[in-house]
């Protein structure tokens, strides 16, 4: 499955962000999704996951009660919603597919990673 996200630009704090996340290749319908970022001089952390089968979320501390993570399987996107945004967000933002038994939320329980997008989060 190859995937590419997209919505990236340049928003200011307090504004709000869509992210999309389209692929193509294979059906995104079976599979966990999941959003990472990673800043300048930092390692790749985790920000969100939507599991396949009934829409569960999680989410880092870091962005929860700013940040929605949904799909459309019908449209094989999955979509991040950032809202409240702030300069610490500004990241490169990345979608990939949860490995078949994996239920981590670290960059290697996932893969098929995409061309990430990049936020930039003015104060």
């Known amino acids: 499955v190859q995937l590419q996200a997209s919505g990236g630009g340049l928003v200011q704090a307090g504004g709000s962000l869509r992210l999309s996340c389209a692929a193509s290749?294979?059906?995104?319908?079976?599979?966990?999704m999941g959003w990472f970022r990673q800043a300048p001089g930092k390692e790749r952390e985790f920000v969100a996951v939507i599991t396949w089968s009934i829409g569960r979320t999680y989410y880092a501390d870091s962005v929860k009660g700013r940040f929605t993570v949904s799909r459309d399987n019908a449209k094989n996107t999955v979509y991040l919603q950032m809202n409240s945004l702030k300069p610490e967000d500004t990241a490169v933002y990345y979608c990939?597919?949860?490995?078949?038994?994996?239920?981590?939320?670290?960059?290697?329980?996932?893969?098929?990673w995409g061309q990430g997008t990049q936020l930039t989060v003015s104060s």
């Open positions: 990939a597919v949860r490995r078949n038994s994996r239920f981590g939320t670290t960059p290697t329980d996932f893969g098929s």
């Open positions: 290749g294979r059906t995104l319908s079976s599979y966990d």
